[in-house]
C-alpha cells in the first residue's frame, strides 16, 4: 500500500493491485487504444474488481453428486445482487459484473457534470423495487470530484439501500475522500488511487473520457 492509499480505511477502501489489472491499466491509459480493446478491458477489469467487491460474501453447505460419488461443496447463501452503472461510462462495466452474477438485477442512475461548475446533475434514476434487499455495486469508471458517485449514493439511501459497494477503474483522492467522509459506511475499489485532480477537474495521469472511449464519441 502506497502513502497515499494508507490515507483511507483499508476496512472501506480497496485498490486491487493484481499484476494483471495493472497491466491492462496500462492499455487502457494508452491514448493509441482503440475503442473496441478500450471497451474489451473496462469489461475486464469489472471482472477483477467484481472478485474483490463479493468476497465477503456469505456461503453454505451443500451436497453435489459428482459422476463418481457424493462431495460436499459450498454455495452462495441466498445473496442477491444489484449492479447501478451511472450513466453513461458506467454501461461499461455492467457487462463484467453480470458475467460473475448473472442473476444481478440492473438499475440505471443518468448524471451528467456542469463543464463550468464541476456539479453533477441528475436526469434519470431507475432502481429495482427490492434494492433494500440486494447488495448494491455501483459502477463508473472513474472517480474525479466524487459529485456524481455523493448524488447516486443519496438516491440509493433513500431508496432503501443498504450494502452499497463502488466499483471505480481510476480514482482522485480528491473524489474518494469526498465520497468516503458522505458516506460512512460506502464501501470503495479502484484499480488505481492517481495523482490528482488537474484545475479543470479532471484525473492526472487519469485515461482521458472514460465515456467517449468506451462509445467512441470523441
Known amino acids: ?16 493491485d493484481h499484476p494483471l489489472v495493472q497491466h491492462k491499466l496500462h492499455i487502457l491509459r494508452d491514448e493509441q487504444t482503440g475503442t473496441n480493446q478500450f471497451r474489451q478491458l473496462v469489461t475486464e ?27 460436499s461443496c459450498k454455495r452462495l447463501a441466498g445473496k442477491k ?13 455492467v457487462d463484467g459484473i453480470l458475467q460473475l452474477v448473472p442473476s ?9 457534470r456542469d463543464p463550468e461548475t464541476h456539479e453533477p446533475h441528475p436526469y434519470y434514476c ?9 447488495t448494491c455495486l455501483v459502477v463508473d469508471p472513474m ?18 439501500a443498504k450494502d452499497i459497494r463502488c466499483l471505480t477503474l481510476v480514482s482522485a483522492p480528491e473524489g474518494v475522500a469526498t465520497v468516503l467522509e458522505t458516506d460512512p459506511d460506502v464501501r470503495l ?14 484525473i492526472r495521469p487519469g485515461l482521458g473520457d472514460a465515456g467517449d472511449r468506451i462509445f467512441g464519441t470523441f
Not at 10 to 16: C, G, I, L, N
Not at 126 to 134: A, M, Q
Open 1 to 16: 500500500m502506497d502513502a497515499q492509499s494508507a490515507a483511507f480505511d483499508p476496512k472501506r477502501f480497496t485498490v486491487v
Open 45 to 71: 477489469l469489472a471482472i477483477f474488481e467484481g472478485y474483490e467487491a463479493m468476497r465477503d460474501f456469505p456461503l453454505e453447505d451443500v451436497e453435489v453428486k459428482t459422476p463418481l460419488e457424493t462431495a
Open 81 to 93: 445482487v444489484a449492479v447501478v452503472p451511472i450513466l453513461r461510462a458506467g454501461l461499461g462495466m
Open 104 to 112: 444481478a438485477r440492473v438499475g440505471h442512475v443518468g448524471m451528467f
Open 126 to 134: 431507475k432502481l429495482p423495487s427490492d434494492v433494500g434487499e440486494r
Open 143 to 160: 472517480l474525479a470530484t466524487g459529485g456524481s458517485l455523493v448524488a447516486a449514493l443519496k438516491y440509493l439511501r433513500e431508496a432503501g
Open 189 to 202: 475499489y479502484t484499480c488505481s488511487l492517481d495523482r490528482c485532480l488537474d484545475q479543470n477537474a479532471y
